[in-house]
């Protein structure tokens, strides 16, 4: 039997000649049959790798929200463990407050059930006006402390309070979190985590604790006549409130608590609560020298 087949006539431009050419059925539908399944192939091809590139993305979103909660979770453990040492040096300050102002026998209660008070735990109620009630005593102590000492001559601050480098002065500038304009109330000195911070000036401490707002680790000294020094994002504290330092006495370490890029300490002195250019009392050639001059070379 005859094959059918399809006929393909072809003519040349400029010779005005004929060609036919016959194309049998068979490969025309074999021809047809590829193509569809080719465009299957394809069609399944880009739906795999769109498949897979979304895939792809849906997995990096996922990591990214894993590492951001991880984060969070490292920054969460360490508050918790600041704010642990925190209520472990303020119990341990509380006992020698309640013991130095009388007041333990009034916490305890009465002598003849203080035996039977130790066998049952506190309630949170108890614990809290405990709490606040060593509080107060803590402020009052302080006052009076300061009130003992208002007949002492004004001890105003100067000199460097650690050995390091300049790394920001007393003027605005942007801040380095939100990226807008501020101004920098004391200076930044920077020096290796651990370095020893002195007290600028005879004084007592009003403040030695980690504070909220930046700080970190803050230390605040009053010189009388209304000066105060800052001592702000310490690696540790080595005194507490009610206690009297002499200029030169170490009271602190360089650290990075708070709202820091590096290792630094920012310092403050102000009078009569109004921040002051610190500048002033470092050195009295400390305008006229470069921003990155040393603690060594003014001395």
Same mark, same amino acid.
């Given at each position: 039997?005859?094959?059918e087949?399809?006929?393909?006539?072809?003519?040349?431009?400029?010779r005005g000649r004929l060609r036919?050419?016959?194309?049998?059925?068979?490969?025309?539908y074999?021809?047809?049959?590829?193509?569809?399944l080719?465009?299957?192939?394809?069609?399944?091809?880009?739906?795999?790798y769109?498949?897979?590139?979304w895939?792809?993305?849906?997995?990096?979103a996922l990591?990214?929200?894993?590492?951001?909660?991880?984060?969070r979770?490292q920054n969460?453990?360490?508050?918790?463990?600041?704010?642990?040492?925190q209520?472990?040096s303020?119990q341990l300050?509380?006992?020698?407050v309640s +013991?130095?102002?009388?007041i333990?026998?009034k @916490?305890? *209660?009465? &002598?003849?059930i203080?035996?039977?008070g130790?066998?049952?735990?506190?309630?949170f109620?108890?614990s809290?006006?405990?709490?606040?009630y060593l509080?107060?005593?803590d402020r009052?102590a302080?006052a009076?402390?300061?009130?003992r000492?208002s007949?002492r001559?004004v001890?105003p601050?100067?000199g460097?309070?650690?050995e390091?480098?300049?790394?920001d002065?007393?003027?605005?500038?942007?801040d380095?979190?939100?990226?807008?304009?501020?101004?920098?109330?004391?200076?930044?000195?920077?020096a290796?985590?651990?370095t020893?911070?002195?007290a600028?000036?005879?004084?007592v401490?009003?403040?030695?604790e980690m504070?909220?707002?930046g700080y970190?680790r803050?230390?605040?000294v009053?010189?009388?006549?209304?000066?105060?020094t800052?001592?702000a994002?310490?690696?540790k504290?080595?005194v507490?409130?009610?206690q009297? +330092?002499r200029?030169g006495?170490?009271?602190? @370490?360089? *650290?990075s &608590?708070g709202?820091?890029?590096a290792?630094?300490?920012?310092?403050?002195?102000?009078s009569?609560?109004?921040?002051?250019?610190p500048h002033?009392?470092?050195?009295?050639?400390?305008?006229?020298?470069?921003k990155?001059l040393?603690?060594?070379?003014?001395?």
């Amino acid at each position: 039997m005859k094959q059918e087949y399809f006929v393909v006539v072809l003519a040349h431009s400029l010779r005005g000649r004929l060609r036919r050419v016959q194309i049998p059925h068979t490969a025309v539908y074999a021809v047809l049959a590829l193509a569809i399944l080719g465009g299957f192939s394809a069609f399944g091809f880009v739906a795999s790798y769109a498949r897979m590139a979304w895939k792809v993305a849906n997995y990096n979103a996922l990591k990214q929200e894993a590492d951001s909660m991880r984060a969070r979770y490292q920054n969460l453990q360490k508050v918790v463990k600041e704010t642990n040492l925190q209520m472990a040096s303020l119990q341990l300050y509380a006992k020698e407050v309640s +013991v130095a102002f009388g007041i333990k026998q009034k @916490l305890e *209660g009465p &002598s003849d059930i203080s035996s039977e008070g130790k066998m049952l735990p506190p309630s949170f109620a108890e614990s809290l006006q405990e709490y606040n009630y060593l509080i107060t005593a803590d402020r009052l102590a302080i006052a009076n402390h300061r009130s003992r000492r208002s007949d002492r001559p004004v001890s105003p601050p100067s000199g460097w309070p650690v050995e390091g480098r300049l790394m920001d002065g007393f003027a605005g500038r942007t801040d380095p979190f939100s990226g807008e304009g501020t101004f920098h109330k004391g200076v930044d000195i920077t020096a290796p985590t651990g370095t020893k911070v002195q007290a600028t000036a005879d004084g007592v401490v009003v403040q030695a604790e980690m504070v909220a707002g930046g700080y970190g680790r803050l230390i605040i000294v009053d010189h009388g006549g209304g000066f105060q020094t800052y001592y702000a994002h310490l690696y540790k504290i080595q005194v507490r409130a009610g206690q009297d +330092v002499r200029r030169g006495e170490v009271i602190g @370490l360089v *650290g990075s &608590s708070g709202r820091v890029t590096a290792p630094h300490l920012h310092y403050e002195v102000r009078s009569g609560g109004i921040p002051r250019n610190p500048h002033r009392y470092m050195s009295s050639v400390f305008r006229q020298v470069p921003k990155d001059l040393t603690f060594e070379a003014l001395q």
